[in-house]
């Protein structure tokens, strides 16, 4: 009986603690609302706050607010595609970035290839040869040109204007050193130093210097016996100075893009026939016998100077 009373005791126990020791899940349920409900107007009002900031950001950079605006719309019209990025990410879409930078680098090179002068090939020397001075002794005899003895022939054929001085100018300079009845050439021989003298000066902006003209056979042999390079006075291959069509143009002080430009003003008028070259390297000088036909050349002369254009011997580049 005892043992019966204890058991019903005990079991009275238990009920009445399980009855008052649980919580009240009504009042449970509304702490959770009223947790919630603050949490929601804690997170309303720092997404206010930062549409604020933003908005003053963008007010003052409004680059950057148009870049992060085209972001954001890329970003939502490619979900999928940008589900891996963080939430507060705003990726530049590719193509634009890629356009922007291969504009900048064609720009670049664009830049860089105008400003690149392609590089002219320097024209070779223009070398004399025997079959050339023998050429240019046949050639002055068809011309009826005699060859100048000694100074009192010089001075009667001056007299006669069958030789005039070199046309010295601003673009043409004499070498002091040239005695003055030896600063004379053939009429011919003057139209073609002009010619060749304005062409230059109009490319470099400075003067030739004539270092010879014409001279007589007295002279001639006096030459040869301080110069072994000096021509023959007399025979087929006699000095074409002796007829006062030849003279030398100086090589010293010109630069290499100057000679450069000479060659490729004389070749077209030695292939035309009316004047031979020979590019002296002893003497540093181009030696020059003009032919009365010259004067009659005159779109040969034109189509020399268009030559030394069209390939850039008037550039001050250099080449």
């Not at 020791?21 to 009504?26: A, L, M, R």
């Not at 107007?41 to 933003?54: E, I, M, P």
């Not at 019209?77 to 590719?94: D, E, G, I, V, Y």
């Not at 003067?207 to 000096?230: D, H, I």
Request: positive net charge; charged residues 20%.
């Amino acid at each position: 009986m005892m043992r019966t009373l204890i058991i019903t005791f005990m079991l009275a126990v238990l009920s009445a603690s399980a009855l008052y020791g649980s919580p009240n899940p009504s009042a449970k349920s509304r702490k959770s609302t009223i947790s919630a409900s603050a949490s929601h107007k804690a997170a309303s009002a720092s997404h206010k706050k930062t549409q604020k900031q933003a908005a003053v950001r963008n007010a003052s950079h409004p680059s950057q607010a148009k870049q992060s605006s085209r972001s954001h719309q890329a970003t939502k019209s490619h979900p999928a595609a940008n589900a891996h990025l963080p939430a507060n990410s705003h990726p530049t879409p590719k193509s634009h970035e890629g356009t922007e930078e291969n504009t900048t680098q064609h720009s670049a090179v664009v830049e860089a290839a105008s400003l690149r002068r392609p590089r002219t090939t320097m024209p070779p020397p223009l070398r004399g040869s025997y079959e050339s001075l023998v050429r240019q002794n046949e050639k002055s005899e068809a011309d009826n040109l005699e060859r100048i003895e000694d100074d009192d022939d010089l001075a009667d054929r001056i007299a006669r204007k069958m030789l005039v001085p070199v046309p010295a100018s601003a673009a043409l300079a004499v070498n002091g050193n040239l005695p003055e009845n030896r600063r004379y050439c053939r009429p011919w021989t003057a139209r073609f130093l002009t010619d060749l003298a304005r062409a230059h000066a109009a490319a470099f902006h400075g003067p030739l210097e004539v270092s010879s003209a014409v001279r007589t056979v007295a002279y001639q042999k006096e030459l040869m016996k301080s110069n072994g390079n000096a021509t023959a006075a007399e025979g087929d291959i006699a000095s074409p100075h002796l007829t006062g069509a030849t003279i030398d143009i100086a090589k010293q002080g010109l630069s290499r893009q100057e000679i450069g430009w000479m060659r490729a003003w004389l070749l077209p008028l030695e292939q035309a026939g009316k004047i031979d070259v020979e590019e002296e390297f002893h003497q540093s000088c181009f030696h020059i016998t003009v032919y009365k036909s010259y004067v009659t050349v005159r779109p040969t002369r034109k189509k020399a100077v268009q030559a030394t254009v069209a390939q850039g011997w008037t550039d001050s580049s250099g080449f």
